[in-house]
């Protein structure tokens, strides 16, 4: 199945549970106690932070893609020839190899958001997810 599909239906299904919440939320609050209201207002907020999440995390997707979209169409997409392990793992060599080159572009080129991106798919190949996102948030952000 697609990619958006498979998020299409996480969505369908995350918006129903948390409108779910809401609905106990709501009913928690409307018994008028203080234990109950406290409660409600507790549950009502967790669909809160779940939807601001969501709406982050899909706005950071979009901006990603809409990069490597324009990075694709010029060729600054990096190749992936990278040997990989029979789990589908990078091999750390080649890892290295790549991250090693994106990082002194970035050092030769601080604000080019395609450095930036770039970089940001050699931390992703080496397995550090928090750099990958980091790097590619300041190529947003560089990218204007």
């Excluded at 899909?58 to 990096?78: I, K, Q, W």
């Excluded at 080129?109 to 970089?119: G, H, K, S, V, Y």
């Amino acid at each position: 199945m697609p990619t958006k599909a498979v998020l299409a239906v996480l969505l369908v299904l995350s918006a129903l549970y948390l409108g779910l919440l809401v609905q106990q939320g709501v009913r928690l609050v409307a018994t008028g106690e203080v234990v109950g209201v406290l409660l409600g207002v507790a549950v009502l907020l967790v669909p809160l932070l779940c939807g601001w999440a969501v709406v982050r995390e899909l706005a950071f997707g979009r901006s990603t893609e809409r990069l490597a979209d324009e990075l694709a169409a010029v060729g600054g997409l990096p190749v992936d020839d990278l040997e990989r392990r029979p789990s589908g793992r990078v091999v750390r060599a080649d890892a290295e190899r790549l991250f090693t080159r994106y990082r002194a572009e970035v050092e030769a080129e601080p604000q080019d958001w395609a450095a930036w991106f770039r970089l940001s798919l050699a931390y992703d190949a080496a397995g550090d997810r928090r750099r990958a996102r980091a790097a590619a948030r300041h190529a947003i952000e560089l990218h204007g």
